[in-house]
């Protein structure tokens, strides 16, 4: 039967016939999940069954399909004439697919995941690729990169996705960390070229995931770049503090092509100081702009994502009747951002780097972004230009690879040049380094905050 052209997608909200598939539902006694699989594969049926009346004669103007010795040049017209005629066709294919995907799932139980939620088993092997041809050697040896990307949709079952995505990324040994919530998904995975091909492959097949080859921001590295998989459901795809349901990302500022930023930008620049109607805003963490930043940004003193709407509201006058420019490092971050800064109704216009200062990078490489680009794993930074633009903390020296403050209860990053790290400047702050010299080697508790950090404002007042 011939695939049609138009995605599979567009017929998901058709109506199912309950009293047509409850004795197949019920013959098989299938649970919650499997007959979610079940009305999938009516849909994929009935949308494959349209397909192949579409007349491949016609080739100007808008489509025709040809049916019964009748012509339809409707979608709503076919969709019904093939609902009210060949419904019992429709059912043996649906049968006949699902047939097939409940023999699969009998044949791989070890892609079978308890939803932790609920406490029911969930099916998750119809939506894991077939990798049987190829070795675990294959998969886990050659050369790798790190995977970046969100997605937000309505996420019914996030549980469910939370169990897919676990089976998914042991299968393909992957490391990194994957957030689901009822709001979408993100993701940062890192493995072999092989095995995030076959990531990103099976994350686009998904139905409810309508992505991208671009949406997949990619790094050099692998899964040594992060010491284990962690994938969990949470409130947030991105942790700012402030319920989805009451700020959505639905409320986002406009998206910016990476070449649209550059213009913005270079527009900015070239007024230099005469520019008072402009923000360039990073909506970063400080020791992430600290390393690498766009020229002229603004760049919040804060340490946490979540403490981004308070600084919104403590500094609401640098922005009023502003132009505000935004970006992050994967642009998730300026999704949210953007949407409680625009539900301040104060800025005049806001705007967001479509795909982050990732994708700006991959198009300017030697563009108005200067530094060292931080990110959240083993490898701390990448680069794509020389320019160090951050000191050692001892010595003033240009320095910008961070190491973890050497100190056992301190999780600080520290920007230590060799050569103060051979004199024994190892820690985030002398206060600290002092601390580490006298506890035992024994201790292992962590924290986030030392004294140097907590005579730090939370809250910075920028105005």
Same mark, same amino acid.
């Given at each position: 039967?011939?695939?049609?052209?138009?995605?599979?997608?567009?017929?998901?909200?058709?109506?199912?016939?309950?009293?047509?598939?409850?004795?197949?539902? *019920?013959?098989?006694?299938?649970?919650?999940?499997?007959?979610?699989?079940?009305?999938?594969?009516?849909?994929?049926?009935?949308?494959?069954?349209?397909?192949?009346?579409?007349?491949?004669?016609?080739?100007?103007?808008?489509?025709?399909?040809?049916?019964?010795?009748?012509?339809?040049?409707?979608?709503?017209?076919?969709?019904?004439?093939?609902?009210?005629?060949?419904?019992?066709?429709?059912?043996?294919?649906?049968?006949?697919?699902?047939?097939?995907?409940?023999? *699969?799932?009998?044949?791989?139980?070890?892609?079978?995941?308890?939803?932790?939620? #609920?406490?029911?088993?969930?099916?998750?092997?119809?939506?894991?690729?077939?990798?049987?041809?190829?070795?675990?050697?294959?998969?886990?040896?050659?050369?790798?990169?790190?995977?970046?990307?969100?997605?937000?949709?309505?996420?019914?079952?996030?549980?469910?996705?939370?169990?897919?995505?676990?089976?998914?990324?042991?299968?393909?040994?992957?490391?990194?960390?994957?957030?689901?919530?009822?709001?979408?998904?993100?993701?940062?995975?890192?493995?072999?070229?092989?095995?995030?091909?076959?990531?990103?492959?099976?994350?686009?097949?998904?139905?409810?995931?309508?992505?991208?080859?671009?949406?997949?921001?990619? #790094?050099?590295?692998?899964?040594?770049?992060?010491?284990?998989?962690?994938?969990?459901?949470?409130?947030?795809?991105?942790?700012?503090?402030?319920?989805?349901?009451?700020?959505?990302?639905?409320?986002?500022?406009?998206?910016?092509?990476?070449?649209?930023?550059?213009?913005?930008?270079?527009?900015?620049?070239?007024?230099?100081? #005469?520019?008072?109607?402009?923000?360039?805003?990073?909506?970063?963490?400080?020791?992430?702009?600290?390393?690498?930043?766009?020229?002229?940004?603004?760049?919040?003193?804060?340490?946490?994502?979540?403490?981004?709407?308070?600084?919104?509201?403590?500094?609401?006058?640098?922005?009023?009747?502003?132009?505000?420019?935004?970006?992050?490092?994967?642009?998730?971050?300026?999704?949210?951002?953007?949407?409680?800064?625009?539900?301040?109704?104060?800025?005049?216009?806001?705007?967001?780097?479509?795909?982050?200062?990732?994708?700006?990078?991959?198009?300017?490489?030697?563009?108005?972004?200067?530094?060292?680009?931080?990110?959240?794993?083993?490898?701390?930074?990448?680069?794509?230009?020389?320019?160090?633009?951050?000191?050692?903390?001892?010595?003033?020296?240009?320095?910008?690879?961070?190491?973890?403050?050497?100190?056992?209860?301190?999780? *600080?990053?520290?920007?230590?040049?060799?050569?103060?790290?051979?004199?024994?400047?190892?820690?985030?702050?002398?206060?600290?380094?002092?601390?580490? *010299?006298?506890?035992?080697?024994?201790?292992?508790?962590?924290?986030?905050?030392?004294?140097?950090?907590?005579?730090?404002?939370?809250?910075?007042?920028?105005?």
């Amino acid at each position: 039967m011939a695939a049609d052209d138009t995605p599979c997608s567009e017929f998901i909200n058709w109506e199912v016939d309950s009293s047509i598939c409850n004795g197949f539902k *019920q013959e098989k006694q299938l649970s919650a999940p499997q007959r979610r699989y079940y009305s999938f594969c009516r849909r994929k049926s009935f949308a494959a069954f349209v397909a192949s009346k579409k007349d491949g004669s016609h080739e100007e103007g808008s489509p025709l399909w040809c049916c019964c010795g009748q012509t339809f040049i409707e979608h709503a017209a076919i969709h019904k004439h093939v609902a009210r005629v060949h419904n019992a066709e429709i059912q043996q294919l649906a049968q006949d697919e699902y047939e097939h995907l409940f023999s *699969q799932l009998e044949e791989e139980p070890e892609a079978t995941q308890v939803n932790e939620h #609920s406490g029911e088993t969930v099916d998750v092997s119809v939506w894991i690729p077939d990798i049987s041809h190829i070795s675990e050697e294959q998969l886990k040896n050659g050369p790798g990169r790190v995977l970046l990307y969100y997605h937000y949709c309505c996420v019914e079952e996030p549980h469910v996705i939370c169990a897919w995505q676990k089976a998914l990324c042991e299968k393909l040994h992957l490391t990194g960390k994957v957030r689901v919530a009822t709001e979408g998904i993100n993701g940062t995975v890192g493995g072999t070229n092989l095995a995030t091909d076959i990531y990103i492959e099976a994350m686009r097949s998904h139905p409810l995931f309508e992505m991208d080859e671009e949406d997949f921001k990619t #790094s050099d590295g692998g899964a040594e770049c992060f010491t284990e998989l962690k994938v969990g459901v949470y409130k947030e795809i991105v942790p700012m503090g402030v319920d989805p349901d009451l700020i959505s990302y639905e409320l986002a500022g406009v998206h910016l092509e990476p070449d649209e930023f550059h213009k913005e930008v270079e527009a900015l620049l070239t007024k230099g100081d #005469s520019c008072n109607d402009t923000v360039l805003l990073d909506c970063r963490n400080y020791y992430e702009s600290k390393i690498g930043q766009f020229t002229q940004c603004l760049a919040p003193n804060i340490r946490k994502f979540s403490y981004f709407p308070d600084y919104v509201d403590q500094n609401l006058e640098l922005f009023r009747d502003k132009k505000v420019l935004m970006y992050c490092t994967g642009g998730i971050r300026c999704e949210r951002g953007s949407a409680y800064l625009r539900s301040k109704d104060v800025c005049k216009e806001v705007y967001q780097l479509k795909g982050g200062i990732h994708k700006y990078l991959e198009r300017f490489p030697e563009g108005f972004y200067r530094g060292k680009l931080f990110v959240f794993d083993e490898r701390y930074a990448i680069s794509s230009n020389s320019d160090i633009i951050s000191d050692c903390r001892y010595c003033g020296h240009p320095w910008d690879q961070y190491k973890l403050c050497s100190t056992q209860y301190c999780c *600080q990053l520290v920007l230590s040049c060799p050569s103060c790290r051979q004199d024994g400047h190892t820690a985030c702050c002398p206060t600290c380094q002092t601390k580490g *010299q006298a506890q035992s080697e024994e201790t292992s508790h962590h924290k986030e905050e030392c004294e140097c950090t907590d005579v730090r404002p939370r809250i910075p007042q920028d105005v």
